[in-house]
DNA sequence: CTTATAGTTGACCAGTTGGTAAAATACTAA
DNA sequence: TTAGTATTTTACCAACTGGTCAACTATAAG
């Protein structure tokens, strides 16, 4: 019943664009809405704040990083280190293609709003809270795997692995903003490796610690 | 000649304060003004913009950052290792203090402004890259003097390595924040270590790659 | 003690902020 | 065809944004 229409989606998309390429609060409601070609009015009738559309946005990338990234490469029948190589290159072609068209590595969505906005929103921050935390999972699924398989040593905590390869790749993600270069990137990534590596291991193979 | 104040220190430190918790764009230069106890017409004084003042909040938050943490931890005579656990641990005691105080965990002032105006200001965004790199050399040199003692392998790319534990940093920081948890720190900071062991190292002690 | 100078004040500005409310319009389903 | 509903539009709001300016005041140095 009623009129149909794509405003909602649209508006949802503006908010991607806009605030994923600035920030939450340097981008308003009223260039939000003029980026999605429609009126402020109309704004109001479908989010009750630019808050609740953010809220809605991040439900959209992360469900978009699903599909297209998290999905393929963690179901494919690609080796563990494959699958781990694959993510980090598309990564670093996802950024390198924002640099090219805005002019500026624009980074992770998830990060950036949990930087600006933690302190000062409880909702958005538990929202990249459980966005992180399944996203861990994806990872320490692999893991888990890969110490059956014997590619990993036995002694590996997944859990507490699949965290530290998040919080890496978050801090690559940082630096390579900070420094404009998606480059960094490709300096870093196989860093992410030597995360897989189990504590104990490491110290006994060469006694630090 | 002519009058002397502390307004401008003030203002610096509200700024350090005030943005430190929240974030550039949640803080605005009527606040900034009534935490420092001065008038907007004094602001406009010291300061040619707002933007003015946060680089020279940058400047003092890193010169804090080398005088009270990089300089005393990294000029000691503790063992490498030590060191970088003495880091950790500081960082720890910070955030948690800051979570204590304001209910929150602010994380790192340089990564919080890095990623909220690096798309948008230039120089911010070169200030803080800059920082980044200077923060780097002092792991670096460390790790150079490590490899010299044999506490780390020889392989070692102290470049490489060190710039992969500050990415590693500050990603613990921005997970920790978004958790609003600084027992995060606790739970990843024993990761700075494996990024020690270089690439080469990991892949002969386990055949992966 | 004077004077030049550094610092302070308060009034002001145009533009923007997030958000509201009611009337007008277009469309869908019965 | 119609009735009801979803969407759109317009006009509006008070509060706040970063920033300006000229007058005023305190003080350090000669």
Same mark, same amino acid.
């Given at each position: 019943m009623g009129r149909t229409s794509d405003t909602k989606e649209n508006l949802i998309n503006s908010a991607i664009e806009l605030i994923g390429t600035r920030s939450y609060n340097a981008v308003g409601v009223q260039e939000l809405c003029e980026h999605a070609g429609v009126k402020k009015g109309s704004f109001y009738h479908f989010f009750p704040s630019k808050r609740d559309l953010t809220l809605e946005a991040l439900d959209l990338i992360w469900k978009k990083f699903k599909e297209e990234t998290l999905d393929p490469v963690f179901n494919s029948d690609a080796s563990t280190l494959d699958k781990f190589e694959t993510l980090l290159r598309m990564s670093y072609e996802h950024q390198s293609s924002r640099k090219d068209c805005t =002019?500026?590595? /624009? =980074?992770c969505g998830f990060g950036n709003l949990a930087l600006e906005l933690s302190t000062q929103d409880e909702g958005i921050r538990k929202k990249i809270e459980v966005i992180f935390c399944e996203w861990t999972k994806y990872l320490e699924m692999v893991i888990i795997q890969a110490v059956k398989e014997g #590619?990993? %040593? %036995?002694? /590996?905590?997944p859990a507490a692995t699949s965290l530290a390869m998040v919080a890496y790749i978050e801090g690559m993600i940082l630096l390579g903003k900070t420094f404009n270069d998606p480059y960094m990137l490709k300096r870093l990534g196989? =860093? #992410? *490796?030597? *995360?897989?590596?189990s504590r104990t291991d490491t110290a006994e193979a060469y006694s630090v610690g």
């Open positions: =002019g500026c590595m /624009t =980074g #590619v990993f %040593p %036995p002694k /590996t905590d196989e =860093g #992410v *490796l030597q *995360l897989c590596i």
